[in-house]
């Protein structure tokens, strides 16, 4: 999967659908440091330890750079940035029950927005599977020769 670029300085607006998410008992907030442990077991129940141990780096980050959704007190969704390298968005997972709502769209968004606000220009989204969604959502576009990029050589079992 090859890596995208992103212009943070050309992102459409995260609060329309922040509203449209509210609207339907969804928030999409930063997390925070006491419900680790509860974010970081949903993501090795649903996305495996490589997903988990990147946002465990996350957490490392002051703010917390991981973006929870939210809906009757249940997390059904996350994104993280700056956790594997600076400046990378990723990873991102949302339930999937829950993966027509938006809930993607408004977690991309909320981070990017983060990323912009801290001085980046530019993000990288690392290894970037659903390459449509993020073309059509941020316009993104794809890194050539990315592939496998940072995770080259990474070790797996």
């Known amino acids: 999967m090859p890596d995208m670029l992103v212009k ?8 329309p659908v922040r509203k449209q998410l509210s609207a ?8 925070i440091a006491p419900e680790k442990h509860l974010v970081l077991n949903w993501i090795k129940e649903r996305f495996g330890e490589g997903w988990t141990s990147e946002c465990e780096v996350a957490f490392t980050n002051q703010p917390v750079s991981c973006y929870v959704a939210v809906q009757n007190q249940n997390m059904i969704g996350f994104a ?3 956790a594997t390298c600076r400046n ?13 709502h938006g ?3 408004g977690l991309l968004l909320a981070s990017l927005h983060a990323m912009h606000a801290i001085g980046y220009g530019y993000a ?14 941020v ?3 794809i890194i050539e020769d990315s592939s496998p990029g940072i995770y080259r050589g990474m070790l797996k079992r």
């Open 8 to 15: 943070l300085y050309q992102l459409p607006e995260s609060d």
């Open 24 to 31: 339907n008992g969804i928030e999409i907030r930063r997390a």
């Open 80 to 82: 993280c940035y700056d």
């Open 88 to 100: 990378f968005f990723g990873p991102m997972g949302v339930e999937e029950s829950a993966r027509v």
């Open 103 to 105: 809930i993607g769209k």
């Open 124 to 137: 990288i989204i690392g290894s970037a599977g659903p390459t449509e969604f993020y073309s059509k959502v």
């Open 139 to 141: 316009n993104a576009t």
